[in-house]
């Protein structure tokens, strides 16, 4: 079994005209949200193996936040250029790249790649927009993260920082 966390960074801020997307950090929101979000994934009973990110700094700061709430070492944080606004193929081939050792892949990374991977991966979700800070679970019947594209899943659950009552998991 493999379990794929897709979580969208959490809140950037757009104060500073002119600034480069990539460089823009989190607002003050998202800096309270991240590690929130990685407390819940904690009480979901997240676990993560292996936790790659986009290299926008955005995206850095989540990644560092959600892993420090989630006791996983910064420094065992990898950064994945190909994440960057990636489309569902190219987050679909980052996944399938990694170390099948790895039973739990966190991902952060950005839209509208990360709703239509989510919604390709489980058109039941039917999700509009994966929310700042939100992530998707998702198990799959496979041994390799390469077979991830073909192999039978299900969503373990949906959670963003605005969720009034998330869902407990019983997994």
């Known amino acids: 079994m493999k379990r794929l966390l897709l979580c969208r960074h959490a809140k950037s801020s757009w104060a500073e005209h002119g600034q480069q997307d990539d460089q823009r950090p989190l607002s003050a929101r998202g800096e309270r949200d991240a590690p929130r979000m990685g407390q819940r994934l904690a009480e ?4 993560p193996d292996l936790l790659v990110t986009s290299p926008a700094v955005r995206a850095r700061q989540t990644a560092k936040l959600l892993a420090d709430a989630l006791g996983y070492p910064r420094a065992q944080i990898r950064l994945e250029p190909a994440l960057y606004l ?20 966190l ?6 790649g990360l709703t239509d991977l989510a919604n390709h991966l489980l058109p039941d979700l039917a999700l509009d927009n994966l929310a700042t800070g939100g992530v998707v679970a998702i198990s799959f019947e496979a041994d390799r993260w390469a077979a991830l594209a073909t192999a039978p899943r299900q969503l373990l659950y949906y959670d963003y920082p605005k969720n009034p009552a998330p869902p407990v998991t019983t997994s």
């Open 44 to 47: 979901h009973g997240t676990h």
């Open 86 to 105: 990636a489309d569902p193929a190219t987050l679909l081939a980052v996944v399938a790249d990694q170390d099948d050792g790895a039973a739990c892949l």
């Open 107 to 112: 991902v952060v990374a950005h839209n509208p």
